[in-house]
C-alpha cells in the first residue's frame, strides 16, 4: 500500500486548502484512514479519520467545524478540506492508513502502518 499525499501550500489566515491522499495497492477496506499533522518541534497530533465505508467522521478539537475529511472510494482517494485557517494549524500534514485501526486507536499513531510522505502546510498570520 502506498499513500501520496499533495495539497499544501502557503496561505494567509482565514483561507481554504484541500489535501489529497491517494492511496494505491488497497486491498481491503477495512479499518481507518487518517490525517494527523506535524508542527516544528513537536510530536505528530492527530487531525481527522473516517473509514472506506460509512459516514462516521472524526476529528481532533482543534479542527472540529473548521476540517473536513472525506473519501471517493472510486479513486482511492481521501481529502482533508480545511478552513478558516490559522497560523497555529501549520505543520506538515500526513496520511495514514490502518487496515487494523479499530475505533477506540484512531487517535494513536502507532497504530497506522502505512504512510504518506506528507504534505506542508504554512499558515500566515
Known amino acids: 500500500v502506498q499513500l501520496q499525499a499533495s495539497g499544501g501550500g502557503f496561505v494567509q489566515a482565514g483561507g481554504s486548502l484541500r489535501l489529497s491522499c491517494a492511496v494505491s495497492g488497497r486491498t481491503s477496506s477495512s479499518g481507518f484512514m487518517s490525517w494527523f499533522r506535524q508542527a516544528p518541534g513537536e510530536e505528530r497530533k492527530f487531525v481527522a479519520a473516517?473509514?472506506?465505508?460509512?459516514?462516521?467522521?472524526y476529528y481532533a478539537d482543534s479542527v472540529k467545524g473548521r476540517f473536513t475529511i472525506s473519501r471517493d472510494n472510486a479513486k482511492s482517494t481521501v481529502y482533508l478540506q480545511m478552513g478558516s485557517l490559522r497560523p497555529e494549524d501549520t505543520a506538515i500534514y500526513y496520511c495514514?492508513?490502518?487496515?487494523?485501526?479499530?475505533?477506540?486507536?484512531?487517535?494513536?499513531?502507532?497504530?497506522?502502518?502505512?504512510w504518506g510522505q506528507g504534505t506542508l502546510v504554512t499558515v500566515s498570520s
Open positions: 495514514g492508513a490502518g487496515p487494523t485501526v479499530i475505533l477506540s486507536q484512531l487517535r494513536t499513531q502507532s497504530a497506522y502502518y502505512y
Open positions: 473516517m473509514k472506506w465505508t460509512g459516514t462516521n467522521t
